[in-house]
């Protein structure tokens, strides 16, 4: 119920105690009536006028006459009119935001920074009589120390050591949290925004870097292919490796090209072949045999390997 309210009805009260008075007693005129009556009426209104009420989370820090007299709360209190007011202080957590302030670190690149700190005011009594505005003072505080810290720093120390900026400025506000009376809870740096062509810069170096990786990853596995390739090539007979060679040959012209173009060694292959079958070396080769007799071979070889592997 707003104070206003009661109030009022405890004027239209002492009305009524007055009217009913009045036609009761006949011998006490109500002119005889009229000077106490309106006394204890503004008597009335000056006490209901220094009633106040203060939220559970509220207290109010009261000054008498200048004073510090009290610190009261919550709920309902009575303040003296004209001789005593009253400055109400908030206890929930409070969460103070910093605009973006320019900084420059030590290799000369100009950030801008925005920092957040949560608080809870433990102390009304301080926080009214020690610091003008608290806010303010913790956010001004923050600005100072945050130049100062990221000042001598490098632009690579300051994204690298995020966390132990947070701890120093968190350190700071713990020095001075008794004398003005409140209790920090947190503080972070909640951005770092770089200049936008260091931003570019910094992203095209790390596209090369991640491009020079990929390319030695790759590198480095068609190098251990290629070893392990040089590894089983040496093991195998040179009938193998021409049969293999001509089993090349064969798998190209059965794609969609109707033309193969054979290589200068091709007549060291077919040296080696004619080498390789009984008869006489000076008639012509018939080379549906030699391909019927090389795929019966590659046949059988595989027949091997699965017979080994099992």
Known sequence: ??????????????????????????????????????????????ILKGIFEFKEYERAVVLRLGRYSRTVGPGWVWIVPIFERFITVDLRVQTLDTAPQEVQTKDDVRL??????????????????????????????????????????????????????????????????DAWGFNVLRVELETIELPPSLVEARTKAREAKEFKEKAETEASARQVALEIL????????????????????KRVSEGRSNKIIFPLELSRLASNIANSLPGDKKESPNFEQILEGLKKAYLEKQKDALEKKT
């Open 230 to 249: 040089d590894k089983a090539a040496s093991k195998l007979s040179d009938k193998t490796m021409t049969y293999l060679y001509l089993d090349a040959l």
């Open 1 to 46: 119920m707003q104070k206003e309210v009661i109030v009022f009805l405890v004027v239209i009260a002492i009305l009524f105690s007055l009217f009913y008075q009045a036609s009761s007693a006949k011998a006490i005129s109500i002119s005889d009536q009229a000077i106490p009556i309106a006394t204890l009426i503004v008597g009335l209104l000056i």
């Open 112 to 177: 801008k920074v925005d920092i957040v700190s949560f608080i809870r005011v433990t102390n009304p009594k301080k926080v009214v009589l020690e610091v003008r505005n608290l806010n303010n003072a913790i956010i001004k505080l923050l600005q100072g120390e945050i130049r100062l810290t990221i000042g001598k720093m490098d632009l690579d120390e300051v994204i690298e050591e995020t966390e132990e900026i947070n701890e120093h400025l968190f350190a700071k506000l713990r020095e001075v949290e």
